[in-house]
């Protein structure tokens, strides 16, 4: 299973960059640009956060006291990332339940060190959340969308091609998971705006389109199966 881990932190060229390396040496990554955005996502999903602590009205301290306050997250584990590197404020981060504390600035190589160590220690800890030890059963048909070797799991939020796992983001995972519960639907950009980034605003046509181009080519030889209607929207093609 590959660990999903969920940056936050307000400043979007970080977020990017530990996104993109993060995910070249081999997680996935979701990024939120402030605890409020981190706090409407599913953060049972995660194996990881890494925290900025300087943030908006809810700083990362207080996220990670949040999150360590219910039962669901308390042991995934807290990496603090933040300019702050005084003994006062490494000490209230250890705390609070803080795995890891790196201070600004930093190499990517000092993170992806720190990462593995954090994870790496942890696994035991985290096991029992991800791994039951009892008979298995099958799973449910609506915790599993299929079409031939291309499945999604909805339970674990992933997707696997031909038994192997597809490095998709959030929003990409969302896409392709609302175009196969409902096969041979077409969905107008407007739809699709409205289902996965809520009806965002700022949202444009151009943004869907980016992210199916992305999709198609994490998803071959499915990729073919993600159809353009043109001038009406997507749909996932079972023919």
């Given at each position: 299973?590959?660990?999903?881990?969920?940056?936050?932190?307000?400043?979007?060229?970080?977020?990017?960059?530990?996104?993109?390396?993060?995910?070249?040496?081999?997680?996935?990554?979701?990024?939120?640009?402030?605890?409020?955005?981190?706090?409407?996502?599913?953060?049972?999903?995660?194996?990881?956060?890494?925290?900025?602590?300087?943030?908006?009205?809810?700083?990362?301290?207080?996220?990670?006291?949040?999150?360590?306050?219910?039962?669901?997250?308390?042991?995934?584990?807290?990496?603090?990332?933040?300019?702050?590197?005084?003994?006062?404020?490494?000490?209230?981060?250890?705390?609070?339940?803080?795995?890891?504390?790196?201070?600004?600035?930093?190499?990517?190589?000092?993170?992806?060190?720190?990462?593995k160590?954090?994870?790496k220690?942890?696994?035991?800890?985290?096991?029992?959340?991800?791994?039951?030890?009892?008979?298995?059963?099958?799973?449910?048909?609506?915790?599993v969308?299929?079409?031939?070797?291309?499945?999604?799991?909805?339970?674990?939020?992933?997707?696997?091609?031909?038994?192997?796992?597809?490095?998709?983001?959030?929003?990409?995972?969302?896409?392709?998971?609302?175009?196969?519960?409902?096969?041979?639907?077409?969905?107008?950009?407007?739809?699709?705006?409205?289902?996965?980034?809520?009806?965002?605003?700022?949202?444009?046509?151009?943004?869907?389109?980016?992210?199916?181009?992305?999709?198609?080519?994490?998803?071959?030889?499915?990729?073919?199966?993600?159809?353009?209607?043109?001038?009406?929207?997507?749909?996932?093609?079972?023919?």
């Amino acid at each position: 299973m590959i660990d999903r881990i969920l940056v936050v932190d307000d400043e979007e060229d970080l977020c990017e960059i530990l996104q993109y390396n993060l995910e070249k040496a081999g997680y996935l990554v979701d990024v939120a640009y402030s605890a409020e955005e981190a706090l409407k996502g599913d953060l049972t999903m995660y194996r990881l956060f890494l925290l900025d602590v300087m943030m908006g009205e809810i700083s990362g301290f207080k996220l990670g006291t949040m999150i360590k306050a219910n039962d669901a997250t308390k042991a995934t584990p807290i990496i603090y990332l933040t300019a702050k590197d005084t003994e006062t404020d490494k000490l209230r981060g250890f705390d609070i339940g803080a795995d890891d504390y790196i201070s600004k600035p930093f190499s990517i190589n000092e993170v992806l060190a720190r990462v593995k160590a954090v994870l790496k220690r942890t696994t035991v800890a985290a096991t029992p959340q991800n791994t039951v030890d009892e008979p298995k059963e099958e799973t449910k048909p609506l915790d599993v969308l299929t079409f031939d070797k291309l499945v999604i799991n909805m339970s674990n939020k992933t997707v696997t091609v031909d038994g192997q796992e597809a490095s998709l983001t959030k929003k990409e995972f969302e896409l392709l998971s609302l175009l196969l519960s409902k096969p041979d639907t077409v969905f107008s950009r407007e739809q699709l705006i409205e289902s996965i980034w809520k009806g965002d605003t700022e949202m444009s046509d151009r943004t869907i389109d980016v992210n199916i181009t992305r999709l198609r080519k994490k998803i071959e030889p499915y990729n073919k199966n993600l159809i353009t209607r043109q001038g009406y929207g997507y749909y996932f093609s079972t023919k």
